[in-house]
């Protein structure tokens, strides 16, 4: 097993950056170390950076939680502790919004890694046209959300659209279906485009981890006589266990957080069916115009991405990984 | 390993069908902009007109700012590249030539940032900005958009610069070089690569980015394209090959950059393991 770890951490660069930091800096230390005129001057090119930083984003942080603490209408803004946490906490509208955001992760990250997997399983034995394909099949994660979603509204649109066509012209529905407007079918549809979106990602990361796998261990499990699921089950998925688990978690925060295709295709609607936390906020905020409350499904919903990024630097710390 | 020509042929069939699937939508949107008007709404849809034109483009131009969009685009992510970019350098720089004592605690930010949600941000953002009266401004959006993307091209950056050795640096600098203009003539030249993956990538981020502006700008004159074209779609009668056409403005020029330079992007992306 241990040996398993060492090669999938050593894969080209699909490690997060700090991983093979610390290895680097132990096994040769900076020579320049002991220059005392140079000591700071690491810190003076990374000033622009933090200071833009330090306004613009921790900044809005702070404002965001102070304003959570307030109940704003309009140009009032009144202190109110922690009233807007009590009343979410309270009230169906967040929990109902957290149970479609969790189904829609799930659903989303799901088919992202398994379509994903399959899809770079069969991408990396192709010779012939493989760039042509990845080129091809990377390109809708190219398209902006916003407008892929347009894309589909037009697509689903429920009576020219040529998705109700092709169905119906198949035989798969019995008559036109307004897609975006019964609540089952929008969640499903805005679920099918986030997936359409997703997938070519979590391809390409799992492509690069199975072009580090080195080929002689499937060479020598040939010459052992193992079939090709054999080889799938004790070769490639330990190799990419790492990375499986790496993609994954990301995924999940980065499908958790998304806004966009949501956002165009159903603003959150109908009754709510696809209103997943981050249109909640948008909604809450931009629409009722309540800041307050909007701020505090912010916090809320940063507190349970942070969950997810926990266990995402407990994967990727190497010695952790190494452990088990 | 061998394999019979059966698997092989079935594993063609299941990628094209795949790849047919995934461009399925772009061509429809391409198909739907070259349709004169009367054909949008035929039913059963023509899958391959005959009667293709650029009707609907020159309607759209008519009727809307779509240069506008487009220009407003054009100034907010070009901005946004070149300011994360030169920054995102330096940063990378002092972090992989320096003993930074802070870097894990710098690398856990970027980490944060990373997965900071963006509808979280937007409010204070849209409050901040209101109230120094920037709202509508290339100015703000070029600093909301950077203060999201330099994280990401930092992170991006320190795995291509750490690959350039530092015996290099060092030789510059006993060659008489200052720290800048090893910087400037040794480190950058090399990590050209990396730097055009970076670019690559701020640049699409930011082309494609929907929520900040939506928020940030209520001038439509001020508008990006996605938001532009987003409140098209929102009018009591959507003329769809219109409407395909602004998207196909939108959408060609960066699938068309991509295409040529995918090498460079994907490299840029395997390395940091980012996604936007």
């Given at each position: ?143 902006a ?180 | ?72 685009s054009l100034?907010v992510a070009?901005?946004t590249t ?121 640049f699409l981020t930011a082309w494609n980015a ?14 990006v394209l996605p ?23 939108a959408?060609?020029p960066v ?22």
């Amino acid at each position: 097993m241990t040996s398993d770890q060492d090669t999938t951490s050593d894969q080209a660069g699909t490690v997060p950056a700090w991983t093979s930091r610390g290895a680097s800096r132990s096994s040769r230390p900076w020579r320049g170390a002991g220059l005392k005129r140079e000591r700071w001057l690491g810190y003076y090119f990374l000033l622009p950076a933090i200071l833009l930083t330090t306004a613009l984003i921790a900044t809005p942080l702070a404002r965001a939680f102070w304003t959570s603490l307030h109940r704003t209408r309009g140009l009032r803004s009144d202190f109110v502790g922690l009233d807007n946490y009590v009343y979410l906490l309270t009230t169906a509208e967040f929990w109902e919004s957290l149970r479609v955001s969790a189904v829609f992760t799930t659903v989303c990250v799901f088919f992202h890694m398994l379509l994903g997997l399959g899809l770079a399983l069969m991408l990396n034995k192709v010779v012939f046209a493989r760039t042509l394909l990845r080129v091809g099949l990377l390109a809708p994660w190219i398209v902006a959300p916003s407008l892929g979603a347009i894309i589909w509204v037009w697509l689903l649109e429920p009576q020219f659209g040529v998705v109700n066509y092709m169905l119906s012209s198949i035989g798969l529905i019995e008559r036109y279906q307004t897609w975006l407007g019964t609540p089952e079918l929008a969640l499903a549809s805005v679920m099918i485009v986030d997936i359409w979106r997703g997938t070519p990602f979590v391809m390409l990361l799992l492509l690069a981890g199975l072009q580090g796998i080195p080929r002689d261990q499937y060479e020598a499990a040939t010459i052992d006589g193992a079939s090709a699921w054999q080889q799938f089950r004790f070769i490639t998925l330990p190799n990419l266990r790492y990375l499986l688990v790496v993609a994954s978690t990301l995924d999940v925060i980065y499908t958790m957080r998304h806004f966009d295709v949501i956002a165009v295709m159903t603003a959150g609607g109908p009754i709510g069916a696809t209103e997943v936390l981050p249109v909640l906020i948008y909604n809450t905020a931009f629409t009722q115009n309540n800041f307050g409350r909007a701020s505090a499904i912010g916090i809320l919903l940063l507190g349970v991405i942070l969950i997810f990024a926990i266990f995402y630097l407990r994967a990727t710390q190497p010695g952790k990984a190494r452990e088990d | 390993m061998q394999e019979s020509p059966g698997i092989r042929l079935l594993r063609w069939i299941v990628l094209f069908a795949a790849l047919i699937i995934m461009l399925f939508p772009i061509y429809w949107m391409v198909n739907t902009a070259l349709k004169p008007s009367t054909q949008v709404f035929e039913s059963p849809p023509t899958f391959f007109s005959t009667a293709w034109s650029l009707d609907a483009f020159f309607a759209l131009f008519e009727s809307r700012p779509i240069g506008r969009y487009f220009l407003n685009s054009l100034v907010v992510a070009g901005g946004t590249t070149v300011l994360s970019v030169v920054l995102a350098s330096f940063a990378a720089y002092g972090l992989t030539r320096f003993p930074v004592r802070i870097e894990p605690l710098i690398i856990l930010a970027l980490l944060f940032i990373k997965m900071l949600p963006e509808a979280l941000l937007v409010v204070p953002f849209y409050q901040l900005i209101a109230d120094v009266r920037m709202l509508n401004s290339y100015l703000s959006l070029v600093l909301v958009y950077s203060s999201f993307a330099l994280p990401f091209a930092i992170w991006m950056l320190i795995g291509f610069f750490r690959v350039i050795p530092r015996d290099l640096d060092e030789a510059g600098i006993m060659d008489g070089a200052s720290r800048l203009q090893t910087f400037w003539l040794v480190v950058l030249p090399l990590a050209r690569p990396g730097l055009v993956a970076v670019a690559m990538f701020t640049f699409l981020t930011a082309w494609n980015a929907y929520l900040w502006s939506l928020v940030l700008t209520t001038d439509p004159s001020m508008y990006v394209l996605p938001v532009g074209i987003a409140t098209l779609k929102g009018e009591y009668q959507v003329h769809w090959n219109e409407l395909m056409a602004a998207a196909v403005i939108a959408i060609v020029p960066v699938l068309a950059i991509y295409t040529v330079l995918e090498r460079y992007l994907v490299a840029g992306i395997t390395a940091g393991a980012v996604k936007g």
